[in-house]
């Protein structure tokens, strides 16, 4: 981090200001090894490897940070030569290409396969994950400018309230143990008139398509390996199990995906137009992804409505999309926090 960005950051715990207490090692503005200190309550941060850690390095979603160093570039348009990525995140936020002057406030951010569309807005970004996936995002673009990656607790977000433009929560709530208290801490960091964009898993509204969701079987036992022992088994068993259903995926097209489903197998053939290699890739990845999370909430429409409603947001959208349901809001211009 820069000496410049404790402008964005805050003291978790009392909202106090952060002032740089002792620097060990920089590599030119950059301090790589140092710690912060409140200037409120006198709590002390590190620095470590150019990132502010606000909560231990490992913790509940160390298998996600696992996974994303695992494949810090599996997902990213630029490593696929595809636009997936950037059409849905433009897709799903609605935002404007250009948002040169304006900040933007990513939760949940992963091996920044987002963080790498929002950088092409001109938007200064603020990148907060709970896990240790920080370090890949870190790795593929810690030197970009108008980027801080910071590991943080989205129930006690280490950031400025009433300060940001934008906000962005791709993929993170339903992996939370409390996703009306995540979402609820979402908000407040929006300024006045300031938008934010979620989604989530989506819960089925018949009993009996649960049934087909077999992950919810497996995972009692898949989430008490260690990451390293569940993804050896991911691997061998998605090269096991894809030859098979490669088999009916000739036979009966994008069909086939809900026979993977049925064996908690990711399968996107049909669906990207990517390589082989590639697809394969992302069918180790997102099976590890399904059973290892240690918290999947889901929720209905109404739930999410609910939230919004809640939260005390304007201009509110809500509906099923890419990866189950999508809200977007705006913060009102005179927010009664």
């Not at 940001?164 to 979402?183: E, M, N, S, W, Y």
């Not at 259903?245 to 990517?274: E, Q, V, W």
Request: glycine share 8%; hydrophobic share 35%.
């Amino acid at each position: 981090m820069r000496k410049a960005h404790l402008e964005y950051l805050r003291c978790p715990e009392c909202r106090g200001t952060l002032d740089i207490q002792q620097v060990d090692e920089s590599v030119g503005h950059k301090i790589k090894e140092g710690t912060l200190r409140c200037n409120g309550c006198g709590g002390v941060y590190q620095i470590i490897r150019f990132i502010p850690r606000f909560v231990p390095i490992d913790n509940y979603a160390a298998s996600f940070g696992f996974e994303w160093n695992r494949h810090p570039k599996t997902l990213l348009d630029s490593y696929t030569g595809l636009k997936i990525t950037e059409e849905r995140f433009f897709n799903e936020t609605k935002w404007e290409r250009n948002l040169q002057n304006e900040t933007i406030l990513e939760i949940g951010s992963g091996a920044g396969r987002y963080t790498e569309i929002a950088l092409t807005t001109g938007a200064f970004i603020v990148s907060i994950d709970y896990s240790n996936a920080v370090e890949a995002n870190y790795a593929t673009h810690g030197d970009r400018e108008n980027l801080l990656i910071v590991q943080g607790d989205i129930y006690n977000l280490p950031v400025r309230r009433d300060f940001f433009d934008k906000l962005l929560c791709i993929g993170v709530l339903q992996h939370t143990p409390d996703v009306r208290g995540a979402f609820l801490a979402l908000p407040p960091c929006l300024k006045p008139g300031g938008r934010l964009t979620i989604d989530i898993y989506c819960k089925f509204d018949k009993w009996y398509k649960d049934l087909l969701m077999t992950k919810y079987y497996i995972r009692p036992v898949t989430t008490r390996l260690s990451p390293e022992t569940l993804y050896k088994f991911c691997e061998k068993y998605v090269n096991f199990l894809y030859p098979i259903t490669g088999m009916f995926h000739k036979l009966t097209g994008i069909s086939s995906r809900k026979l993977s489903l049925i064996f908690s197998m990711a399968d996107y053939r049909g669906i990207y137009n990517l390589s082989e290699s590639v697809l394969k890739e992302w069918a180790v990845l997102d099976t590890f992804d399904f059973l290892s999370a240690a918290y999947d909430n889901p929720l209905n429409l109404e739930q999410v409505r609910a939230l919004f409603k809640e939260a005390d947001l304007d201009d509110v959208e809500i509906h099923y999309g890419y990866n189950g349901i999508e809200g977007r809001g705006k913060r009102k211009a005179s927010p009664g926090h």
